[in-house]
């Protein structure tokens, strides 16, 4: 056996003498966390959706109804001046309706990240209007409102004692 690996000879062992590691062997992690400690600085952020990409799947949903439209026309033999007239007019109501646009994300599938992200901001704002919240709103900033009025109370209270004990 060469490098002092396994066995000298494999002989009388039962085995064929041939050395494999160990696949189950688990390392020893890095000793750093592999989050940050300042759950002040984790905040959540919304996926933005890429409006490029909505706007792509927005024209392939009307063009894949125009081309159906054709496809049929075709096979009933119609006129192609007539296709195009009809196919024309069909991609025109289609882009003035907005085909494509969706509020909920019931009908959307998972590998539709953008439709989701979406989908989730314009629910995100309904409830932030109907609960009442401003835009504006920060989390956690009643908390520190809080803080600031028991810290100002405090050196309120700092200064009177320091006043009276001047007195």
Not at 48 to 54: A, C, G, N, V
Request: hydrophobic share 25%; no cysteine; net charge negative.
């Amino acid at each position: 056996m060469s490098s002092n690996v396994g066995l000298s000879t494999p002989r009388g062992s039962g085995t064929s003498g041939y050395v494999q590691r160990n696949l189950s062997h688990l390392r020893p992690r890095d000793q750093t966390a592999p989050y940050p400690k300042d759950f002040d600085s984790i905040k959540h952020r919304q996926r933005q959706p890429d409006k490029d990409i909505l706007e792509h799947d927005r024209k392939r949903a009307i063009e894949v109804k125009v081309f159906e439209l054709r496809d049929r026309l075709e096979d009933e033999e119609v006129d192609e001046d007539e296709i195009e007239a009809q196919t024309e007019a069909l991609r025109r109501k289609l882009s003035a309706e907005g085909q494509g646009e969706r509020t909920t994300a019931k009908g959307l599938k998972p590998h539709q990240v953008h439709e989701l992200a979406e989908a989730k901001i314009k629910e995100s704002e309904k409830l932030r209007k109907a609960l009442g919240i401003s835009a504006d709103y920060e989390e956690g900033s009643h908390w520190r409102k809080q803080e600031e009025r028991l810290r100002e109370a405090n050196v309120e209270r700092g200064r009177a004692e320091t006043r009276r004990e001047d007195e």
